[in-house]
């Protein structure tokens, strides 16, 4: 039986209706929590990869606030609390990880790639720099990654 402006009527104690509208909810239920779940990897992923992307733009910029020939002490803290900022961001996204959202893994890779090859040209300028160029600079090494990260395929 059905009705013109509602559809099937459902009858109270239809085994079959109450089956078909539990099935119903639990493909809601799992569609809800995939959801969320690629939310959650996306913005992690988009963390992950803006924190590294400045981590390794501050790698640039490290030897030109602090130059080895002037005070190696202070460079090697630095690089030292830099190793120790990489090796805990890895470790966090690791432990913290629930899925890559799909294609995240070759963006990243791709970013990742673009942003180590900036690094690379831009230590030729190293010597040359002042310490507001080198941040820039840094912060220029620092895009392709945090663009890779935020990016979302539609």
Partial sequence: MTDETTGPVRRAGDPAQEASMREEAAIAAVTARRATMLTRA?????????????????????????????????????????VVAVLLLTYAYLRTRSATPRGGGRRYTVGLLVTMALYLAGLALTPWETWPVAILIGLLIAAPLTIAGWWRRT
């Fill in 42 to 82: 996306r913005r992690h992923l988009g963390w992950f990869s803006t924190v590294l992307a400045l981590l390794i733009g501050a790698a640039h910029t490290v030897p030109v606030v602090f130059p080895p020939q002037a005070s190696l002490p202070a460079f090697l803290v630095a690089m030292g609390l830099w």
